[in-house]
C-alpha cells in the first residue's frame, strides 16, 4: 500500500465510525438514538485512534491537512507530498461519508429534520457566530497540533501512541467542541459535506455552504500555528510564517469581540 492510499484509507476509517457514531446518535429508530455529547466525544477519539493503528506504519496517518500542513510548515513532512495527501484525506473523508449513509439506510426516510440529517455528516455552530465559529476551530486545531509536537517527545509503550492521541481528540470534544461541533479537521467536514450534497439522501435538504469555509481555514491557520508555536516556544525556532498567523488570529480575536458587542443576544 502506498502512503496517498494509506492516507485515503484512514480517513475513510475515520469518517466511517466517527460519522458513525453522529448517526447513531442523531438519527431516529436505531438503539443509539440520544447517546450525547459524551458518546461523540469518545466516538470519535476512538476512530481517530483505529485509523492510526491502521495506516499510522504507511503514511504516519496524517488523516487531516491541517496536520500535513502543519508539519510541511516546519520542516517535518515533505512539501512534495502535500498535495497528494490532502487530495487522498478529502477523498477518503468521502467514501467514509458514503458508507455512513449505506449503513444507516433506512434511518434517514425516519428522521424528518434535515438540520439533524446534515449533522450527521458535517459541523454546524451552537450559535452562529462567524468570527467567533472561526475562532473556535483555529483555538481547537491549535491545541491539536501543539499537543501532537509535545507529544513526541514522550516515550509511550509500544503500541500506545494511537490511544493516547485519540484521547487528545475526546479532550479536546469535550472542552473545546461545544462550540462548533469541533471540526478540527478540514478533511472531517468538507469531504462528508461533499458527499451529502451529491448522495440521494432522502429528505436531505440543503448542504450549508455558507458555514462551509469556517472548518476548512480555522483548522488550516490553526494546525499551522500550532506547529509554528511548538517550535517557537519549545525549539527557540521562530519561523517567519508565524507572525502573519499570529496578526491573523489578533484580527480575529478584535472581530469576534465586536462582534458580540454589536449582536449580544
Same mark, same amino acid.
Given at each position: 500500500?502506498?502512503?496517498?492510499?494509506?492516507?485515503?484509507?484512514?480517513?475513510?476509517?475515520?469518517?466511517?465510525?466517527?460519522?458513525?457514531?453522529?448517526?447513531?446518535?442523531?438519527?431516529?429508530?436505531?438503539?443509539f438514538?440520544?447517546?450525547?455529547?459524551?458518546?461523540?466525544?469518545?466516538?470519535? &477519539? %476512538?476512530?481517530?485512534?483505529?485509523?492510526?493503528? $491502521?495506516? @499510522?506504519?504507511i503514511? !504516519?496517518?496524517? #488523516? *487531516? =491537512? +491541517?496536520?500535513?500542513?502543519?508539519?510541511?510548515?516546519?520542516?517535518?513532512?515533505?512539501?512534495?507530498?502535500?498535495?497528494?495527501?490532502?487530495?487522498?484525506?478529502?477523498?477518503?473523508?468521502?467514501?467514509?461519508?458514503?458508507l455512513?449513509?449505506?449503513?444507516?439506510?433506512?434511518?434517514?426516510?425516519?428522521?424528518?429534520?434535515?438540520?439533524?440529517?446534515?449533522?450527521?455528516?458535517?459541523?454546524?455552530?451552537?450559535?452562529?457566530?462567524?468570527?467567533?465559529?472561526?475562532?473556535?476551530?483555529?483555538?481547537?486545531?491549535?491545541?491539536?497540533?501543539?499537543?501532537?509536537?509535545?507529544?513526541?517527545?514522550?516515550?509511550?509503550?509500544?503500541?500506545?501512541?494511537?490511544l493516547v492521541? &485519540? %484521547?487528545?481528540?475526546?479532550?479536546?470534544?469535550? $472542552?473545546? @467542541?461545544?462550540?462548533? !461541533?469541533?471540526? #478540527? *479537521? =478540514? +478533511?472531517?467536514?468538507?469531504?462528508?459535506?461533499?458527499a451529502?450534497?451529491?448522495?440521494?439522501?432522502?429528505?436531505?435538504?440543503?448542504?450549508?455552504?455558507?458555514?462551509?469555509?469556517?472548518?476548512?481555514?480555522?483548522?488550516?491557520?490553526?494546525?499551522?500555528?500550532?506547529?509554528?508555536?511548538?517550535e517557537a516556544?519549545?525549539?527557540?525556532n521562530?519561523?517567519?510564517?508565524?507572525?502573519?498567523?499570529?496578526?491573523?488570529?489578533?484580527?480575529?480575536?478584535?472581530?469576534?469581540?465586536?462582534?458580540?458587542?454589536?449582536?449580544?443576544?
Amino acid at each position: 500500500m502506498n502512503v496517498y492510499f494509506a492516507e485515503f484509507v484512514g480517513t475513510a476509517i475515520l469518517i466511517l465510525l466517527g460519522g458513525g457514531v453522529n448517526a447513531g446518535v442523531s438519527l431516529k429508530k436505531n438503539y443509539f438514538h440520544e447517546g450525547g455529547w459524551l458518546a461523540i466525544c469518545v466516538g470519535w &477519539g %476512538l476512530a481517530v485512534a483505529l485509523a492510526i493503528y $491502521a495506516v @499510522g506504519d504507511i503514511s !504516519g496517518a496524517h #488523516i *487531516n =491537512p +491541517a496536520v500535513t500542513l502543519g508539519f510541511a510548515m516546519v520542516g517535518s513532512f515533505e512539501w512534495s507530498l502535500v498535495p497528494g495527501y490532502i487530495l487522498a484525506q478529502f477523498l477518503g473523508a468521502m467514501m467514509g461519508a458514503t458508507l455512513v449513509w449505506l449503513h444507516y439506510l433506512p434511518h434517514w426516510k425516519a428522521t424528518e429534520d434535515q438540520a439533524t440529517k446534515l449533522g450527521v455528516f458535517c459541523n454546524s455552530p451552537a450559535i452562529p457566530s462567524r468570527y467567533a465559529n472561526l475562532f473556535s476551530e483555529v483555538s481547537g486545531t491549535f491545541v491539536l497540533l501543539f499537543a501532537l509536537s509535545f507529544l513526541g517527545l514522550n516515550d509511550f509503550t509500544e503500541g500506545l501512541n494511537p490511544l493516547v492521541v &485519540g %484521547l487528545l481528540i475526546c479532550m479536546i470534544g469535550l $472542552a473545546m @467542541g461545544g462550540t462548533t !461541533g469541533f471540526a #478540527i *479537521n =478540514p +478533511a472531517r467536514d468538507m469531504g462528508p459535506r461533499i458527499a451529502h450534497f451529491i448522495l440521494p439522501i432522502f429528505g436531505k435538504g440543503k448542504s450549508g455552504w455558507s458555514y462551509s469555509w469556517i472548518p476548512v481555514a480555522g483548522p488550516f491557520l490553526g494546525g499551522v500555528l500550532g506547529t509554528l508555536g511548538y517550535e517557537a516556544i519549545f525549539n527557540q525556532n521562530i519561523i517567519p510564517a508565524i507572525y502573519p498567523c499570529l496578526g491573523l488570529v489578533a484580527i480575529l480575536i478584535v472581530l469576534a469581540v465586536k462582534e458580540q458587542n454589536t449582536n449580544p443576544e
